[in-house]
């Protein structure tokens, strides 16, 4: 019954141990690796095998905490497997350091380069002197015999405390009686407090606390204090050193140390194994597999892998420096749809000694693993569906309708006041009515036709051609504010993209996306879909979010690439790229493969053989170098006849009605009368005229051929020509006449 007590009490312990080790060790980003129990009635043969197992890991540095009687026979084992040489650390507790002292000359030089923490206890004259009278009476004791005398521990000094401690507690409840005598003794022992063997003697929760540990070495037939630690200065390499309290974890503050295999060089903790296959771990994915693709043999079950990720992986393990064997290990299967690649890194260094596969090089995960340099691109983009403005009518969305009805009214109106400022020009000049009526409609259509007939001289007052050059300037500025603005409206207006509350987002299933989102970019977790594959992308963003889709799509460029490469028409990239450290592969922290691998990957990624890798698993003509935004403007630049329907429509049905209007005697019929119409409230003169020659008041023909052709050449002769029309008089005949007259001079 006592022994299952004491043995219960123990795994109590242990566990407690454990649990505090690991919370510890949580704190400061350290990683268990491997635990290895050892139970104290193993053979020598099953310890030197975990040894064994042990000097084929990556691992370098191992704490041992076990009792004296394990414990030195493990470092003595230690020593015949190998694993006491160069570039191994060996830390060891109180449970074992305490009883250096009673070891053996062949255990101790088994340690040489070990590294211990146990209690601290400062010499002083009463512990000299106390040691010096328990010598004499071990001497005494042990006149008879030839065993060694061993000095006392700190355990034994504490116990030496603890009783005097209980007899001063006894010596304060005098005079004693048998009543309530435990807790008046708890209490009395609880409260003392007096300068002991180990110091200042004071209980904490009725246990005994150290005041500071001492770090040590051991080296040769001794131990060297290479430093202490004290809960308010940390570690510090000397108890009596002055000056300001500051609180230091740092290895520097300790004294230089000597490690296993006479090495002063601190081990990086980490090795490339010797022996034994490298563990690679890579992720079973439903999608993107052009990146990793688990294979698993049916028959030997053993995992085999592709895809571009593996293929940088074997081409880095050719330019190793080193020969490397490795096995592939699978994470997640078909089965498991919650799985995310920070769980799998997780398995380092215990499941894997490195990750291979689409891993992306994130400063979370960087807290405990290393990554190598990337090989791919890094940077996540958004895409969203390519919705040009298809619209027949874009070419009216420049401007408003009212700017629009703005530029017809002033149109007429500028017809208007050209037409009664010119009428005065008209009223003296000596032309025909037919001359007169054309000369007014091209006046009144003068503010368009200046735009496509600018050397056309088609105003002779000076007022009006002021008003006119006016309105030139008006034209062209509503011109290039119009021409500016349908750019606009064609190009710039395409990248803009803002979200709704009614979009929905999405973004790939198990990467760091998600939490990429919600932290950094402050999406609601509400928004966010996940998906697998392009394929699962093009489908959603088909529904849209209405429908149960998205309306865009948050990933990594790599596989952005791919997804509009395969649908590039419909979709395009908007926004900024925000920085990733893109594609990488994970090492357990420290790891010394870190650096050979990333060497290694530079030369792949700048060698020859880079552009065959991407174009074997993207396929034909797929390139890293290619710039994506520059593919993406071009499908963005191109106009097609649709978007000008309109205009077209529009020009065709005015050429159509002028065909109409000027072939056929319906047209021509309903053009006269339309014109007599409009015309009558501008030339009532010219209608006077025209009621004159129905009443059968004149037997001569208004104008003819050669009328017309007089008439252009008195407008060309200048001021004297003027001046004659002006003399000539009102009447008809007169000014007809005088403008022969001057013709036949």
């Not at 380092?348 to 405990?368: C, K, L, N, Q, S």
């Not at 409230?681 to 017309?708: C, I, L, Q």
């Amino acid at each position: 019954m006592a022994r299952n007590r004491r043995s219960l009490r123990r795994n109590k312990l242990r566990n407690q141990f454990i649990s505090h080790l690991n919370k510890a060790f949580q704190e400061v980003n350290i990683g268990l690796a491997y635990m290895v129990p050892i139970q104290t009635s193993a053979e020598d043969s099953d310890i030197s095998k975990e040894l064994n197992k042990l000097s084929r890991k990556q691992t370098r540095v191992f704490l041992v905490h076990t009792n004296p009687s394990l414990g030195f026979r493990l470092f003595t084992l230690a020593k015949s497997a190998g694993v006491m040489s160069e570039e191994y650390a060996w830390i060891v507790t109180n449970s074992l350091s305490i009883f250096l002292n009673s070891i053996d000359s062949a255990v101790r030089d088994s340690m040489e380069g070990v590294v211990g923490v146990r209690p601290y206890v400062s010499n002083s004259k009463a512990l000299e002197s106390f040691k010096e009278r328990l010598r004499r009476n071990m001497t005494m004791s042990n006149a008879t015999t030839t065993s060694p005398i061993t000095e006392l521990n700190v355990y034994g000094l504490w116990a030496y405390d603890a009783v005097t401690a209980l007899a001063i507690a006894l010596e304060k409840m005098a005079p004693l009686n048998s009543t309530s005598l435990g807790p008046r003794l708890l209490n009395k022992l609880l409260t003392t407090k007096f300068q002991g063997l180990t110091g200042d003697f004071k209980l904490f929760n009725g246990k005994m606390k150290p005041l500071a540990f001492e770090i040590f070495n051991v080296i040769g037939t001794g131990e060297k204090t290479v430093g202490f630690w004290t809960p308010e200065r940390g570690i510090t390499r000397d108890l009596s050193s002055t000056g300001e309290k500051t609180y230091a974890t740092s290895a520097k503050e300790l004294k230089t140390i000597t490690w296993p295999g006479d090495s002063v060089t601190r081990p990086k903790g980490w090795a490339i194994p010797t022996t034994g296959d490298l563990r690679v771990g890579v992720p079973w994915k439903h999608g993107f597999t052009e990146f990793a693709k688990v294979i698993i043999n049916e028959t030997t079950r053993r995992t085999d892998a592709t895809g571009f990720s593996i293929d940088v992986f074997l081409a880095a393990l050719e330019v190793l420096p080193f020969p490397t064997k490795h096995h592939f290990f699978h994470y997640n299967d078909t089965r498991n749809t919650n799985w995310s690649y920070d769980d799998m890194l997780r398995g380092i260094p215990e499941d894997y000694d490195m990750v291979v596969g689409d891993v992306t090089v994130w400063a979370p995960r960087a807290a405990h693993v290393d990554f190598s340099l990337p090989y791919s691109e890094s940077g996540v983009i958004l895409v969203v569906k390519n919705k040009k403005p298809f619209d027949m009518w874009i070419f009216v969305k420049p401007l408003r309708w009212d700017l629009w009805l703005a530029i017809v009214v002033a149109c007429i109106l500028m017809g208007v006041v050209l037409c009664i400022l010119e009428n005065r020009v008209a009223s003296k000049d000596a032309g025909s009515i037919v001359e007169n009526k054309e000369r007014r409609r091209a006046i009144y259509w003068s503010p368009v036709t200046v735009l496509a007939f600018p050397e056309k001289n088609t105003v002779s007052n000076n007022w009006s051609f002021f008003v006119l050059v006016l309105w030139l300037f008006m034209a062209f500025i509503l011109m290039q504010s119009y021409t500016a603005n349908l750019s606009a409206i064609l190009t710039v207006d395409q990248l803009k993209f803002a979200f709704s509350d009614s979009y929905y987002v999405g973004c790939q299933d198990g990467s760091f996306m998600k939490e990429f989102l919600i932290n950094q970019l402050h999406i609601s977790p509400s928004r966010l879909r996940s998906y697998n594959s392009s394929e699962e992308y093009h489908k959603a963003m088909s529904k849209g979010s209405k429908n149960g889709g998205i309306d865009a799509i948050f990933d990594e460029i790599p596989y952005m690439k791919l997804f509009l490469n395969k649908y590039d028409p419909q979709y395009k990239m908007a926004g900024p790229t925000y920085r990733t450290g893109g594609f990488g592969f994970a090492f357990p922290v420290g790891s010394p493969l870190v650096a050979h691998f990333s060497k290694a990957i530079l030369d792949v990624t700048q060698g020859p053989n880079m552009t065959a890798i991407e174009q074997k698993n993207f396929g034909p003509g797929y390139s890293s170098q290619d710039p994506l935004s520059s593919r993406i403007s071009q499908q963005t630049s191109s106009l097609t006849f649709y978007e000008f329907a309109g205009l077209f429509l529009i020009i065709g049905s005015v050429t159509l009605f002028s065909l109409f209007c000027s072939e056929t005697a319906i047209g021509r019929k309903l053009t006269d009368k339309t014109s007599n119409f409009i015309h009558i409230p501008f030339h009532f003169k010219s209608s006077r005229v025209m009621s004159m020659e129905v009443d059968g008041d004149t037997d001569e023909p208004v104008a003819n051929d050669d009328d017309d052709d007089v008439s252009d050449v008195s407008v060309r002769d200048g001021m004297d020509m003027t001046t004659r029309v002006i003399e000539a008089g009102p009447e008809n005949g007169e000014i007809i006449d005088n403008v022969t007259d001057n013709t036949q001079q």
